[in-house]
């Protein structure tokens, strides 16, 4: 008999049962390990025991071999499979050490190695076909454009520096001795930059690098330009325009090479150009500088005049004055005027990358002028040369209205001719109120030679309404030496 018995059916005919053998079967089994439950029909002729109905027969120690068993089949699993693991990773490890061993012996040898494939050959075709990105320089460069050395090699022959020496007096100064009372004659030397454009000697530069108004110098005494060469010839003003800041100068040679000038009309914003010149005198002589236009038609007012200029981040340097502006082709589009560098606050930097050039196109018609009659024709004038802005506090200090202060006017000038006097302060303009000399100019502008405008003076507290024929602006060193200067009769 085995250690677990369990009839789940059994079937019996009737008559065949002997209740003292079941009853014997019962006194056999323990009560603790068996459940007794018997349903018995009378009519039928089959008995049937379900689940319910079973005897069960178990042992206490009968579930040990089945865990024995259990346990066994799993450790042999996990043995096999840690087998396995081991294998597998010998063999990668095995493959690994192969390759590495044979790469280096190729690397060492030069031997081809067997178990390491050749890497397949680049397609460099492909990589040809490829266009380089753009430089940044290209990206502003005109579709015409040259290259930078071809362009500074075409106009470095047209370049020259300007040397300018100024006379001037100085005022009454105070020493050990006292106050003295001869005025000093002082000197001193300039320079800046300009550029040939004629082949018989005909050079553009800036006219404060030959007329001095900071120290009221005048007209330089005495003008020489360098050429390229490092040839150094005299020079002669012919005309100089301080409104514009243009000059023309002349040189005695033949044969020399022109700039070639451009359309500043045609530039773009964003457009590269080239600034050459002499930053801080002659030692950097023919300096080159690069950068983009910046924007155009700039409206800056320097020394009292506004100017339109073409504004830049090209390095443009004390001295660079009067210097070419070039295109990406080598062409003149503007001449070098101004850098402003001026700081916002006391703890903040100076600003840098402002520089103002004069548009080439606008001083074309200004440079024929000025070789042709030595002043810029058409320009109406009122024939008053030195004023003063009256201020809000020097008009009640000397109960005068604030305007334009007449300190000296030409002679036989439109103001002189039409009754104005030294000492007025002209307060209106053709119904505009002014206060500065820069807005009597800019109003005045609007007309042209020939034209009748009112003004309004006050003279010992009167408003007096006066016409004046504009006239048209001539020579300014002309103008200069006719001018009478009497601050006594501003009491007339």
């Given at each position: ?26 006194d056999s089994v323990s009560s603790e390990n068996s459940e007794k439950s018997f349903d018995y029909s009378a009519n039928s002729t089959e008995s ?445």
């Amino acid at each position: 008999m085995s250690d677990k018995y369990n009839d789940r059916e059994h079937s019996f005919s009737s008559g065949s049962f002997d209740s003292n053998g079941a009853g014997d079967i019962f006194d056999s089994v323990s009560s603790e390990n068996s459940e007794k439950s018997f349903d018995y029909s009378a009519n039928s002729t089959e008995s049937k025991y379900d689940t319910s109905s079973s005897y069960a027969f178990t042992s206490e120690n009968s579930e040990k071999p089945a865990k024995k068993k259990k346990n066994t089949v799993l450790k042999g699993a996990v043995a096999v499979l840690a087998v396995a693991v081991l294998g597998f990773c010998g063999v990668k490890a095995y493959k690994f050490l192969r390759v590495t061993k044979d790469e280096l012996v190729a690397e060492y040898t030069g031997i081809p190695s067997r178990t390491v494939p050749e890497k397949p050959a680049e397609d460099k075709s492909a990589d040809a076909d490829k266009e380089p990105l753009p430089s940044l320089i290209e990206l502003a460069s005109r579709s015409d454009a040259k290259p930078l050395p071809d362009i500074v090699d075409s106009i470095m022959p047209s370049v020259v520096g300007v040397a300018s020496t100024f006379e001037y007096e100085q005022e009454q100064t105070f020493s050990i001795w006292g106050w003295n009372p001869q005025p000093q004659i002082q000197r001193f030397r300039t320079t800046g930059t300009g550029f040939v454009i004629t082949e018989d000697g005909y050079i553009v530069t800036n006219s404060h690098v030959v007329y001095d108004e900071e120290y009221k110098a005048g007209e330089a005494i005495d003008v020489s330009v360098l050429f390229s060469d490092e040839t150094e010839h005299e020079a002669s003003i012919i005309a100089y325009d301080p409104e514009t800041d243009i000059a023309v100068l002349k040189v005695d040679e033949k044969g020399l090479t022109p700039a070639v000038l451009g359309d500043s009309d045609e530039l773009r914003v964003g457009e590269l150009v080239i600034a050459v010149g002499n930053p801080l005198g002659f030692d950097l002589f023919g300096t080159v500088t690069s950068g983009i236009v910046s924007a155009l038609n700039r409206k800056i007012n320097i020394n009292e005049k506004k100017m339109n200029l073409i504004q830049t981040d090209a390095a443009i340097n004390s001295g660079n004055s009067g210097g070419p502006l070039l295109n990406s082709c080598g062409q003149v589009i503007g001449i070098n005027s101004a850098k402003i560098s001026s700081s916002y606050s006391s703890s903040s930097a100076s600003v840098e990358g402002l520089c103002f050039a004069i548009p080439i196109k606008e001083a074309k018609s200004i440079i024929d002028d000025l070789i042709n009659y030595k002043y810029v024709t058409g320009r109406p004038q009122l024939g008053i040369i030195s004023t003063k802005d009256i201020t809000e506090a020097e008009s009640r200090y000397w109960d005068i209205p604030v305007g334009v202060f007449v300190i000296s006017m030409q002679e036989d000038g439109a103001a002189d001719l039409a009754g104005i006097k030294i000492g007025d302060v002209i307060i209106d303009i053709e119904g505009e109120a002014v206060a500065t000399t820069q807005e009597l100019n800019e109003i005045k502008n609007k007309y042209k030679a020939g034209d009748t405008v009112n003004l309004t003076v006050s003279r010992n507290g009167m408003d007096i309404k006066i016409k004046v024929t504009l006239q048209e602006a001539k020579n300014v060193t002309a103008e200069r030496k006719n001018t009478r200067s009497d601050i006594k009769e501003t009491s007339n």
